[in-house]
């Protein structure tokens, strides 16, 4: 089945500056890759998703490139803003369903902290 | 913009009581999902369901666990004898089609004691 590690766990920057968190993924028939964005608390939040025909989508801050040779994908923030502190997590359809629906599975999270 | 939402949002039972975790999925969706997340970990696949029967369930689904659609709005997770590792938030979603972006509800934070 997919498995989905995700990396860093934590990630502490400054405000204004970049955060790129990375996941890679181990099936190859996978093509729909999303990222969610959880506040302490709060419900899952579906932020950008790219799936396997693109190698980039950007909107505004946010931006992710997928690189399917080597089955990873990153999420890029840029300009951060304290209010984009949360954790994130990546995810990846389950290969049964042909990589490109059904259930999730999801990356461990990352803790990004923006510090004003 | 409409959004999947859930009842309670806070659950306390005792071990061993049936629990019903409920949500009504976004109107025009056709797929429905339920995800658990222990406290302070990733999020994890329990069961998916489409055309009023399951699609896939993971290992975590046991028989302790079951899914209904009761009526054309409302979808259901029951926990049939629950256990204290039961404990932890449950978030339903729901997408429009099998392979679209899944919309997650606010959870519904289950305690057994």
């Known amino acids: 089945g997919e498995n989905v590690e995700q990396h860093p766990s934590t990630l502490s920057v400054q405000e204004g500056d970049s955060a790129v968190i990375k996941c890679t993924y181990s099936?190859?028939?996978?093509?729909?890759f999303p990222w969610y964005k959880q506040e302490l608390g709060k419900r899952p939040q579906l932020i950008i998703d790219?799936?396997?025909?693109?190698g980039e989508k950007k909107d505004q801050r946010i931006a992710v490139t997928l690189n399917k040779t080597a089955k990873h994908f990153s999420l890029h923030i840029t300009e951060t803003q304290p209010e984009d502190s949360a954790v994130y997590f990546c995810?990846?359809?389950?290969?049964?369903?042909?990589?490109?629906?059904?259930?999730?599975?999801f990356g461990k999270g990352t803790k990004l902290s923006v510090k004003p | 913009e409409p959004e999947v939402t859930q009842t309670p949002s806070h659950q306390v039972t005792q071990m061993g009581q049936e629990v019903i975790l409920r949500c009504v999925p976004i109107?025009?969706?056709?797929?429905f999902y339920w995800y658990r997340q222990i406290l302070g970990q990733k999020v994890e696949f329990l069961v998916s369901?489409?055309?009023?029967?399951?699609?896939?369930k993971s290992e975590i689904f046991d028989d302790q666990f079951s899914v209904e659609r009761p009526d054309g709005s409302n979808f259901t997770l029951k926990i049939r004898s629950t256990k204290l590792e039961d404990s932890a938030m449950y978030f339903c979603?729901?997408?429009?089609?099998?392979?679209?972006?899944?919309?997650f509800g606010p959870g519904t934070r289950l305690t057994v004691l």
């Open positions: 979603a729901s997408s429009v089609n099998g392979g679209a972006e899944q919309f």
């Open positions: 099936d190859s028939a996978s093509n729909y």
């Open positions: 790219i799936r396997s025909n693109v």
């Open positions: 995810a990846a359809p389950d290969p049964n369903y042909g990589g490109s629906q059904g259930n999730l599975i």
């Open positions: 109107s025009n969706h056709l797929y």
């Open positions: 369901f489409y055309n009023n029967e399951i699609s896939e």
